[in-house]
């Protein structure tokens, strides 16, 4: 199985996607590369601009993400976080009935490899502090504010 590659511009900044041979979501990544005009990156592409565009507050994509079974829990629940909320990383731990896992919740979080798309950026600190983001903190001041409706970022 051969993985593509493209990047599309996002208000933001430039996102790189690959897709399996299936067409299955596989990454999102912060930064530039290839572009591709293949039509397996069509869906993906319109549903990031029509979430930056604030008509789309969940993604309905075939994705496929890898990682441990941990990783993969943390993950479930990140999708289970409403558009416009937020948790903890504390929060995500209790969730999957790890509490006291906080510090591993967010090893994974760090390691989530569908940035937007599988939600990392609605996990913040307990005391209400946003905490590190691939993107970076302006990215993920950013995408909040567009889930509170308080920024348009198009």
């Known amino acids: ?7 599309i511009p996002s208000p933001i900044g430039p996102l790189r996607l690959t897709v399996a041979d ?15 005009d293949d039509p397996r990156f069509a869906a993906a592409a ?6 930056f565009a604030g008509q789309r ?12 079974a941990f990783e993969q ?25 790890h509490p006291g896992k906080a510090r591993a919740v967010g090893l994974a979080n760090a390691r989530n490899p569908l940035a937007i798309v599988c939600p990392c950026h609605r996990v913040i600190g307990s005391d209400g502090s946003l905490t590190g983001y691939a993107g970076g903190l302006a990215s993920k001041r950013a995408l909040l504010a567009l889930e509170a409706g308080a920024l348009s970022l198009l």
């Open 1 to 7: 199985m051969k993985d593509m590659h493209t990047t």
């Open 73 to 97: 829990l943390v993950w479930a629940e990140l999708l289970r976080i409403p558009y416009g909320e937020t948790a903890s990383y504390a929060d995500i731990a209790a969730r999957i009935g």
């Open 22 to 36: 299936d067409g299955a979501l596989t990454r999102v990544d912060f930064g530039a590369g290839d572009v591709s």
């Open 57 to 68: 507050t969940a993604f309905d994509l075939p994705m496929r993400a890898h990682g441990t």
């Open 46 to 51: 319109a549903q990031l601009g029509e979430y």
